[in-house]
């Protein structure tokens, strides 16, 4: 009886367990709070760690976490168009200066340092050609549709791949980089995300990214297997409970049946019979022999 209750009290502590870390396994994207990117391999920069932030699309979003050199490390001659341009009044003292604000910025874009185009003759034509908004004179960070072309004037500019997000937008999970102008509208427009990374049509996003923007230009996508790990917060209160419950079970079982099978074994030695020597035959005993004796007696001894 006792090995029956031992053992039937480790299997419900193996259930349990086995219970327990199946839902934890189960992790979606509607109980995650961060993921972790890894395989890109046109864009290093966007592989790490996003956390979770406010819903986009009526979809979880995902946030990079602390790009480093998001605009990189120094500027460089030329200039660039854009649709929407942000002024950093921080960053009008020098180009280091600018630079150092387009980077707290934390957004995809243009970093751009020095006059304005309609006060430098020769960037007059490059402006047309950008088909954006001339940029203002000073620092400034300019979105969407943001296209770079080195011409011979006096800006400065830095290309910024900003703090990254992954969301959902017509049943495709994309990596995009932010643009101001999507992420405080109204509408949330998705049209103009540049998508990193993309995965298939109605595909969940543990199964990551099929697909990755290529760096040539006009951007191509090319094929991709970059995998992508959610992450859910760890157990607490009653969930941890029910993590300690049965570890404390399955051990308490597994001690039992050690200690009760110990005291059996010594139980089944001490009762082994000892064996019975065999009573081997005295001649004295056995009666023809003893009477045979007696007649070959000498009459002396009679």
């Not at 050609?129 to 960070?141: D, E, Q, S, Y």
């Not at 298939?200 to 191509?220: A, I, T």
Request: overall charge negative.
């Amino acid at each position: 009886k006792t090995v029956k209750l031992s053992a039937a009290m480790l299997s419900v502590g193996l259930a349990w367990a086995w219970l327990f870390a199946a839902e934890t396994a189960a992790c979606d994207v509607w109980d995650s709070s961060s993921l972790h990117i890894s395989g890109l391999r046109q864009h290093l920069e966007y592989n790490g760690e996003y956390l979770r932030d406010r819903d986009v699309h009526e979809f979880p979003s995902f946030w990079q976490r602390d790009p480093k050199n998001s605009c990189g490390t120094a500027m460089r001659k030329g200039d660039c168009g854009a649709l929407e341009w942000q002024m950093l009044p921080a960053g009008n003292a020098s180009e280091s200066a600018c630079l150092a604000a387009c980077e707290a910025e934390l957004q995809h874009g243009c970093c751009r340092f020095g006059p304005a185009p309609l006060d430098d003759p020769g960037a007059v034509n490059a402006a047309v050609r950008f088909a954006g908004t001339a940029a203002p004179g000073g620092c400034a960070l300019g979105h969407g549709n943001v296209v770079f072309e080195a011409v011979p004037i006096w800006s400065m500019v830095a290309s910024c791949h900003g703090r990254a997000v992954v969301l959902q937008a017509e049943g495709i999970w994309r990596l995009a980089p932010p643009h101001v102008l999507d992420l405080t509208s109204a509408q949330e427009r998705h049209s103009s995300y540049i998508s990193i990374a993309e995965g298939l049509v109605n595909q969940s996003l543990s199964e990551g990214f099929q697909r990755e923007s290529g760096q040539r230009w006009p951007r191509e996508f090319v094929d991709a297997d970059a995998d992508v790990n959610l992450h859910c917060d760890e157990p607490k209160g009653f969930a941890t409970w029910m993590l300690i419950v049965p570890i404390v079970v399955v051990v308490l079982c597994v001690c039992g049946v050690f200690i009760l099978c110990h005291r059996l074994s010594k139980k089944a030695r001490r009762e082994v019979p000892r064996p019975v020597p065999e009573i081997q035959e005295n001649p004295i005993d056995d009666w023809d022999t003893f009477v045979g004796r007696q007649g070959e007696m000498p009459s002396s001894s009679v």
